[in-house]
């Protein structure tokens, strides 16, 4: 077993499920390949291991992928994308991009009432006439709770054996908790808990109006017709007078 710490370890757990279970999942990134240009400058927030940050940067595109995860981000090769490790909350960089994107839900990790302060000091990295992009599922809210069931099957090369991951799935009133379990033989070698918070429309043109971002454009999924759960908010500074 090649990773021995702990965050090592759930960070290829991770991926490893990621290349299972989303190998398919291309429409995301064929989007924002169509809105972002070869040499342009975006953040992506959430970059986790890199599925949308890799063939963004080798695609020309300048991205710098922001994770609170370190030993995810050490996943992503340096030699397409900067990484940086941080809360979105908390981000230590000042730049001037021309998009931030807040890829594949990433931003519902955190609960609505948490994101006026951040959002507003993520609008501060903006160039003029530049996007926020968030990227929100109506699908958690719909979700029902199940006992632990196996989720995946397969063989890992950083385990070098086969991995079976186990989920738990219990709602609340705002969020819908995981509890994820991943077992070698009869031993778990990993395990975690991710919270995905509801974000309603509502809520969220609240959030964003009180940190100062204007809605340009809501789409609904990626162009294709099973995403058509996914809400896509194209956002703008609201004081920015630039018009596209």
Known sequence: MTPVHPGEL???????????????????????LRAFGS???????????????????????????????????????????????????????????????????????????????????????????SRIWVDVSDNFAKRTERDWSVVLEAYCADIGDTVIEFERGTLHSDHFQIDLRYVVGAVIVA????????????????????????????LHGYGSPNTTHRRIYELSKIDDRIQS
């Not at 040499?39 to 940050?53: C, E, F």
């Not at 001037?96 to 009432?113: G, K, M, W």
């Open 10 to 32: 759930l960070a290829a757990m991770y991926d490893w499920h990621n290349a299972h279970l989303l190998r398919r999942q291309t429409e995301d990134v064929a989007f924002w």
């Open 39 to 129: 040499g342009q400058t975006v953040a992506v927030l959430g970059a986790g291991t890199g599925r949308v940050a890799i063939p963004l940067g080798q695609a020309g595109i300048e991205i710098t992928a922001v994770d609170r995860d370190l030993a995810r981000l050490r996943r992503i090769p340096g030699d397409a994308t900067r990484v940086v490790c941080a809360c979105f909350e908390r981000l230590p960089f000042r730049g001037h991009f021309d998009h931030i994107v807040f890829p594949y839900s990433s931003l519902q990790l955190f609960p609505t009432a948490d994101l006026v302060g951040p959002l507003r000091d993520t609008a501060s990295l903006l160039k003029n006439g």
């Open 191 to 218: 395990q975690t808990t991710e919270r995905w918070y509801f974000h309603s429309d509502s809520d969220l043109r609240l959030a964003f109006a009180e940190a100062s971002l204007l809605v340009r454009k809501v």
